[in-house]
């Protein structure tokens, strides 16, 4: 059994964390992003970049801080109480994961970039509305020595933005992972923002070249590459969403306290309280399995799947009551864009479907256990 308490070190990035988002990146900023009709903060994530952030997952020999999967997740978990805006997921963990898994002098070039935040990624995984990479209908058609892109990706988080795509398709005997620029010829990008105001896109790749070094691992065997990078992605969201979970339940007592009914602040009421009582229980027992889930991608990798599939389907039902909660504790108000609260839900929402929904991932789980 993984030790499933935060370390100091790890208790002191929090805290380092915490200070620097709350000044930087409060849910103020979200909104007055989303007002200006925006989904990126290049000047903040250059500034986390130079914190080290950006290189949480890169080897130190690339120019990162490879501080591991569970300090991934302590910073994603930070970054999720006041719904960051940034491309850490897709960039340095997803991106960073997969290409710390190929050993070339490309692949280490492309880390250093992500070190430094001098290159974005974006994962082109999801055909349908549901998670199935091992699905994935589009094609890479033999050419020579390379190949040639065709076919449709949807629900690319961060792709209108990106610099660069991670490309599942289906080669001559199983699938084969590309890395690409996003501008390269015969892409098209259909920006589609979410109902949480971040960047997403719908891409179209007709007949896109694809050279033999734009291969990322070996061809037939994306799944080598692309699973430790999608396990740590999940487990990486998992833990924003239980960061969201505890934004919203902080707001939501803060708003016990200061609401009053009768003349009586309504968190007096006892009903209210067992039911604060009953959503802080269930955000201290999924952060343990957040916890659990980092300590095993860092000491055991090939045997995480379960403890991230647990992560992410418990963040996902405990988003769900968090923002339910918040919302109804809120009254009518809670409905309103003018109160917070309701971007809370609109980036559960989006969590829950990214990487794999609740039954996605409850399957997983039984699937592991014999079931």
């Known amino acids: 059994m993984a030790n499933l308490v935060m370390t100091e070190d790890e208790t002191m990035l929090a805290d380092a964390a915490r200070g620097f988002l709350d000044k930087s990146a409060p849910v103020k900023a979200f909104r007055d992003l989303r007002d200006a009709g925006k989904t990126h903060d290049a000047k903040m994530w ?24 569970a300090a991934a997740g302590v910073l994603a978990h930070e970054m999720g109480k006041t719904l960051v ?3 850490f997921l897709s960039t340095a963990v997803i991106a960073a994961t997969a290409l710390r898994n190929v050993s070339d002098a490309r692949a280490e070039k492309a880390l ?14 999801d055909e349908t509305s549901k998670f199935n990479p091992e699905a994935t209908s589009m094609v890479a058609t033999r050419e020579g020595n390379g190949f040639r892109l065709s076919g449709k990706k949807t629900f690319v988080v961060d792709g209108a933005l990106a610099d660069r795509l ?4 289906k080669t001559d005997d199983g699938l084969t992972l590309f890395d690409i620029p996003a501008d390269r010829a015969g892409i098209t990008r259909n920006a589609q923002n979410m109902i949480d105001a971040r960047d997403s896109a719908r891409i179209d790749f007709d007949n896109v070249e694809a ?12 799944m080598s ?36 009914q009768f003349g009586t602040v309504i968190g007096n009421f006892q009903a209210l309280q067992h039911r604060a009582a009953h959503l802080w229980c269930e955000i201290e027992v999924t952060a343990s399995a957040i916890v659990n889930a980092g300590r095993l991608l860092d000491e055991d990798p090939d045997n995480a799947i379960m403890a ?11 988003a769900q009551l968090a923002v339910q909660e918040g919302v109804q504790m809120h009254g009518g108000i809670g409905m309103t864009d003018a109160y917070d609260i309701g971007f809370y839900m609109k980036r559960a929402r989006v969590g829950a479907e990214w990487l ?16």
């Open 85 to 87: 805006v940034s491309p």
């Open 225 to 260: 590459v692309l699973k430790p990078a999608i396990e740590a992605g999940q487990a990486a969201l998992a833990a924003e969403m239980a960061g969201l979970s505890a934004g919203a339940f902080g707001m939501t007592v803060a708003y016990l306290k200061e609401r009053k």
């Open 308 to 318: 991230v599939s647990l992560a992410k389907a418990r963040a996902t039902s405990t």
């Open 356 to 371: 794999g929904d609740y039954g996605y991932h409850a399957n997983q789980v039984a699937k592991h256990r014999g079931f």
């Open 211 to 222: 050279t033999g070094e734009d291969v990322l691992g070996q061809v037939d065997s994306a």
């Open 166 to 169: 991670l490309v599942l398709a």
């Open 46 to 69: 250059k500034e986390m970049a130079d914190m080290g952030w950006a290189g949480v997952l890169v080897p130190e020999s690339a120019g990162g801080s490879d501080m591991g999967h």
């Open 112 to 125: 250093a970039a992500i070190a430094t935040g001098d290159v974005t990624y974006a994962l082109a995984v």
